[in-house]
């Protein structure tokens, strides 16, 4: 048997302080790793997110809830703005492309979205499968709407009105798909999108439909803005430069916002840094009370053990061979801990992506680069030598005498 | 001592004297022991034996003398070359055994050969608990086995590393008469059987009669 084979059985004798070690340590290490490779993915994820939209346009109000609501399509819309005001101010070199978005209408939840062919421009986008719309009620489908609603090209779906699955569906206006997307990676992949005129068609011939049954006949008895209307306006620019400009531009008009992705983005997880600086500090700390644990315990089984570690030196042990016993208890806790923490974080870490996607549409691609796992095995190394630290010295130190007199 | 006697000892005693608190308080008589033969180191409580026993273990340091095993004196050692000598070259049994309990019967004896930095032969470990009656106890854990097991053990352990010399402190202390004779006959027939000299450090005086030669601790105070 080695000295490490020695330690592995010490350890099996107190399994259940071990094992209270191993899940401290590594609930710790999954806090720190969760906190800083989530905050580090999550603005990679947004910002894949909105794709190639440099600004959106729209009502006077939050920027932020702009940003939400046509960028990354993970809001309610608040309000309209005309297009062709809209179309006035972007009316700049510096704009590439623009398209409107039109929301409030959903098949299964997934959003369908009034816009024009311009909206492919400005997320850069390729048709994988079948064409563009050329007429109303005609549906191109994003890659993962299409595979989650099992969309095919030739299929009908009928759209329900709001955001959500609900039962007020416009039956009487069944779509066609016409076309499926390549994956962008972008929110763009979870809409479905169709000609703008076709939103407000189907709204007008609902409202119409709808005052029909009441039995009304004021033509201005609807809830829906003229044709020329739309949630929003996404646009992409030519020069990066359009960034300083553009939303400023906008802004000054009296009814207008812009809104920047990027800049709204950063703001918001500004605001949630401190709950990740605060989730960091938790997972040290745990990291820390599991090492002193470890090493408490180091301690107290080194002292009840001084005749075992007394009889390893009158065996002809030398000084480091003894401590090796105790720096190999500590490198097995916290090896465990290691493996283990590894894998909640990576569960912790699937389990936020699965939710991210689910509940926003976000795409958390957490990754571990060579320097943030050298940092993690380091962490772990400094930590578990502080635990054997004093443990390993009291074995050192550890006299025979007493033992062969006792 | 002559010069033949000194050329076959295994270990030769000379001129150790013990100090306790800085004083002086006892000697050891000269002796020289040649392989396979027995000695017990014979005094009351408190005169010396134990610490005399640590001394020629090379565990604790005499006031003047040394002790030479197979020719090379202990005592000129460096601490780490003594530290793997003793691991080496001698056998220890204590008086209360110290098993390791967390690790088996035969994980015992093989830490006693990586203690002395050595690689452990799993046909000698099968050899000695086979001699030693107890074969069937490789697997089990220290702990679970009896006081009369544990006892075969430590001079199991003790032999692992074909030691020159075994020494034990006090080992028939706490043991009625059969049981003190049969561990001695134990010890004097497993060390013999391996070549190996006994040294017993005890205050009993059933011992006397099972050892090949005795000598009394010299009170110095």
């Given amino acids: 048997m080695s000295f490490v084979g020695l330690a592995f059985a010490y350890l099996r004798r107190r399994w259940g302080q071990a094992l209270l070690s191993v899940i401290v340590g590594a609930l710790g290490l999954a806090a720190v790793t969760v906190a800083v490779v989530g905050f580090d993915a999550l603005p990679r994820a947004a910002r894949n997110a909105w794709g190639g939209v440099d600004l959106v346009v729209g009502p006077k109000g939050s920027a932020l809830d702009l940003v939400l609501c046509c960028a990354l399509h993970v809001s309610p819309p608040h309000g309209i703005v005309s297009t062709r005001e809209v179309a006035a101010v972007l009316a700049n070199p510096m704009v590439r492309s623009s398209a409107p978005i039109a929301v409030g209408d959903n098949v299964s939840g997934w959003r369908i979205v009034g816009t024009t062919p311009a909206l492919l421009e400005v997320y850069r986008a390729k048709i994988a499968a079948g064409a563009i719309w050329t007429d109303k009620l005609q549906a191109v489908a994003g890659a993962t709407a299409a595979r989650a609603l099992d969309l095919k090209l030739g299929d009908s779906f009928v759209g329900a009105h709001g955001l959500a699955d609900s039962d007020e569906q416009h039956e009487n206006f069944p779509y066609k798909v016409v076309g499926i997307l390549a994956p962008t990676g972008s929110a763009l992949d979870r809409l479905v999108l169709t000609d703008i005129e076709t939103v407000h068609h189907v709204h007008a011939e609902q409202a119409k439909h709808e005052r029909a049954e009441r039995g009304s006949t004021d033509e201005h008895d609807h809830a829906d803005g003229p044709s020329d209307t739309a949630t929003a306006v996404v646009a992409a620019y030519r020069l990066p430069t359009a960034a300083a400009f553009m939303p400023r531009q906008v802004d000054a008009t009296e009814t207008l916002t812009g809104a920047s992705p990027t800049f709204e983005i950063a703001r918001l997880l500004s605001y949630l840094r401190p709950v990740t600086i605060a989730a960091t500090g938790l997972g040290l700390l745990l990291v820390v009370i599991a090492a002193s644990g470890a090493a408490v315990g180091l301690m107290a089984t080194m002292n009840a053990r001084t005749r075992d570690l007394a009889l390893l030196r009158a065996l002809g042990a030398s000084r480091a061979k003894i401590a090796t016993v105790a720096v190999a208890e500590a490198a097995l806790i916290g090896s465990a801990a290691l493996v283990l923490g590894g894998m909640l974080s990576f569960a912790l870490l699937a389990v936020a992506r699965d939710f991210l996607a689910e509940a926003t549409g976000l795409v958390l691609q957490p990754e571990l680069d060579v320097e943030q796992i050298a940092w993690v095995l380091a962490g772990t190394i400094i930590v578990i030598l502080a635990a054997a630290a004093f443990p390993a010295l009291r074995a050192m130190h550890t006299e025979i005498e007493e033992l062969l007199q006792s | ?221």
């Fill in chain 2, 1 to 221: 001592m002559s010069r033949d006697r000194a050329a076959t000892a295994v270990l030769a005693s000379r001129g150790l004297t013990l100090a306790r608190d800085g004083r002086t308080f006892a000697a050891l008589p000269d002796f020289d022991l040649p392989p396979g033969r027995s000695l017990a180191i014979l005094g009351a409580s408190g005169s010396g034996k134990s610490t005399a026993l640590l001394a020629l273990a090379g565990i604790r340091a005499p006031q003047s003398g040394d002790v030479e095993i197979e020719n090379r004196a202990l005592w000129r050692m460096t601490a780490p070359a003594r530290d793997q000598f003793r691991g080496r070259r001698i056998g220890l049994v204590f008086q209360s055994f110290h098993l390791i309990e967390a690790v088996s019967v035969a994980a015992n004896l093989g830490l006693a050969a990586r203690c002395a930095g050595l690689r452990p032969d799993a046909a000698r470990i099968d050899h000695l608990l086979d001699r030693l009656g107890i074969g069937t106890l490789r697997r089990v854990r220290a702990d679970r086995i009896s006081h009369g097991q544990a006892q075969r053990v430590a001079v199991a352990r003790a032999l692992f590393n074909r030691p020159a010399v075994v020494l034990a402190d006090e080992p028939t202390s706490a043991l009625d008469d059969a049981s003190a004779q049969q561990l001695l006959a134990l010890l004097k027939e497993s060390t013999s059987g391996e070549g190996a000299a006994l040294i017993v450090a005890t205050h009993d005086r059933r011992v006397i009669d099972a050892v090949d030669a005795t000598i009394e601790m010299r009170g110095l105070a």
